[in-house]
């Protein structure tokens, strides 16, 4: 593997790098190979995960998101993400564009209107009418749930894991560097590698779900805008188009190409923002809403974060599942962002503070969430008449989940300008995420820092348009529950994988902020881990030189010299 890597120009880690490559090609050869079988197998496996292991992605998020708040109020708060005297390499505008625009930028504009407006129409909680105030309220409340500060716990844990041990203990950018507390030097070995694998691998997947939703969206837009029929030929051309422009955003790199479009696209997307803010005839409501709903969501946030439905059976006919296609789907899916979105946090967040860290990125993108949802949410609850009986927009969603936003701005001014304008806001957010996952797969592989080669960034750039081509051949018409299915599955070992970051990030913690009390500054943490276990070994070897002692009654030396 290291002379094909030579050959090759590669500058990688050859056993991940390849292993990571194999194994997507396997998969997706036995994708193309057994649909059937593997579809119910998926299927099958999801029923059983979601029924079976639902109540712990429920309650492990939440232990996640208090974990962090407490991590960042306490007294370890104060230590940098790098040595000591670095600065943050971005201004906090540019890194708050660009974390957004790599997280979650698509699943707002996928899920702005649909969601609330599902849960309007169809209320989760039982003895709730459909379209009436109190499914209203309750409809905004489960929307911020699952895309403020729960959605993005999941990304802040490892990205401080990361940030963490890459830069103050000079570790590879690999998720296993996480685990030297427990693994110390077999992170380069095969246990390191195992897990890194895994983590390019399940990052593959929930990025490509993420691409498909994307794209399942472009392409109503098309067929709303020029009359283009919807059909998985046409996703495919647009994820090729797409996938084409993210390579070369790949190429140009992390400064000119990332950072240039997330800026570009989050100010379009404020635009948009405003237009229905101050356009849609209900600016004073929506500003009402926004204060009211930041009190509801803070006050219903306790309970929803332990909800379980575990009375459905009782309450409900069709008994507990709505969740499993929610709350839970959500979570898994999430998660498989995990390891991407941890190194690239990490990447564009050295020289911030834990406590910074954490408040950026856990509070500022769960804030834009909240006035997000409020304008596009209400707007289209109060569209579709409140106490009524339903409209034009829970229609549309009925029909068609990616139909949602495009039937919602048939209602405002200049119809198909921002028709027009949200595809191209999905279509760069598609950019934006599937550049920063190409660089991010790489640093993965390589363990480096910097960025790669361009053949080799654009290699993982392509990959990921081709898996999320393929996701949507298979799943043809009804893609969305098949890539529901296939996230929900992948997505339980990188739970677990990210739930054992708690502990080890603690322990690295503990022990740094013991060193920088002390003022030694004269070695540096991974050094300062080496001299630990070295002086560990010598304690445990005097303590039995002692015990040695005490059980013979005489010193060895002394009974060798008599």
């Not at 059937?36 to 197998?41: A, M, N, V």
């Not at 209602?411 to 949200?422: A, D, E, K, R, S």
Request: aromatic share 12%.
């Amino acid at each position: 593997m290291d002379d094909l890597a030579r050959r090759l120009g590669l500058k990688t880690n050859p056993q991940i790098f390849f292993t990571s490559a194999g194994l997507m090609v396997i998969i997706l050869a036995l994708l193309l190979i057994f649909p059937s079988s593997i579809g119910d197998g998926f299927a099958a496996a999801r029923t059983w995960v979601t029924t079976n292991l639902g109540w712990f992605f429920i309650f492990g998020v939440t232990f996640w998101l208090v974990f962090l708040i407490w991590i960042a109020s306490s007294k370890y708060g104060d230590l940098k993400l790098g040595k000591g005297d670095e600065v943050p390499a971005y201004t906090r505008t540019s890194w708050f564009t660009m974390l957004f625009a790599g997280g979650i930028g698509t699943i707002l504009m996928f899920w702005g209107v649909a969601e609330p407006i599902s849960h309007f129409a169809t209320p989760p909680f039982p003895d709730v009418e459909p379209y009436s105030a109190e499914a209203a309220e309750d409809a905004m409340n489960i929307a911020l749930y699952h895309l403020g500060l729960h959605t993005w716990a999941i990304f802040t844990l490892p990205g401080l894991a990361f940030g963490f041990f890459i830069y103050r203990y000079d570790l590879p950018m690999r998720v296993s560097s996480v685990f030297y507390p427990f693994l110390k030097e077999r992170i380069h070995g095969p246990i390191g590698k195992a897990i890194d694998v895994f983590a390019v691998v399940g990052t593959l997947f929930g990025l490509a779900v993420s691409l498909g939703l994307g794209t399942s969206q472009i392409s109503t837009g098309l067929s709303e805008l020029i009359g283009v029929e919807d059909s998985v030929f046409i996703r495919v051309i647009v994820i090729t188009v797409l996938t084409a422009i993210a390579t070369v955003s790949v190429a140009v790199g992390l400064d000119k190409g990332i950072k240039r479009l997330s800026n570009l696209n989050i100010g379009m997307a404020v635009g948009m923002m405003l237009f229905v803010l101050f356009t849609g005839g209900a600016t004073v409501f929506l500003l009402r809403s926004l204060v009211e709903s930041a009190g509801n969501y803070l006050a219903a946030l306790p309970s929803l974060s332990f909800w379980n439905d575990a009375l459905a059976n009782a309450t409900q006919e069709e008994g507990w599942g709505w969740q499993a296609g929610w709350t839970v789907f959500y979570w898994a899916w999430t998660v498989t962002w995990a390891p991407f979105m941890g190194v690239f946090l990490a990447r564009i967040s050295r020289g911030r503070t834990v406590r910074e860290f954490v408040g950026g990125v856990l509070v500022a993108p769960s804030l834009f969430t909240l006035v997000w949802f409020v304008i596009f949410g209400w707007s289209a609850m109060e569209i579709d008449g409140i106490g009524g009986n339903g409209g034009t927009v829970s229609a549309a969603v009925a029909e068609s989940v990616p139909l949602a936003m495009f039937t919602f701005f048939e209602n405002f001014p200049l119809t198909t300008v921002m028709q027009g304008l949200v595809v191209v806001i999905v279509a760069l957010f598609f950019a934006t995420s599937a550049d920063s996952a190409a660089l991010v797969i790489d640093m993965l592989c390589s363990g480096d820092n910097e960025e790669g080669p361009v053949a080799q960034r654009a290699f993982w750039s392509i990959c990921l348009g081709a898996l999320a081509a393929l996701l949507i051949v298979l799943g043809g018409d009804d893609a969305l529950p098949a890539l529901q299915e296939v996230i929900t599955v992948v997505g339980l070992p990188i739970f677990i994988l990210v739930f054992a970051m708690i502990p080890a990030l603690f322990v690295g913690l503990r022990s740094e902020k013991k060193r920088v009390e002390r003022g030694d500054h004269s070695v540096t943490p991974l050094e300062h881990i080496k001299l630990q276990q070295e002086e560990d070994a010598r304690d445990r070897a005097e303590a039995e030189r002692r015990r040695e002692e005490a059980e013979n009654g005489v010193p060895k030396e002394k009974e060798r010299s008599g």
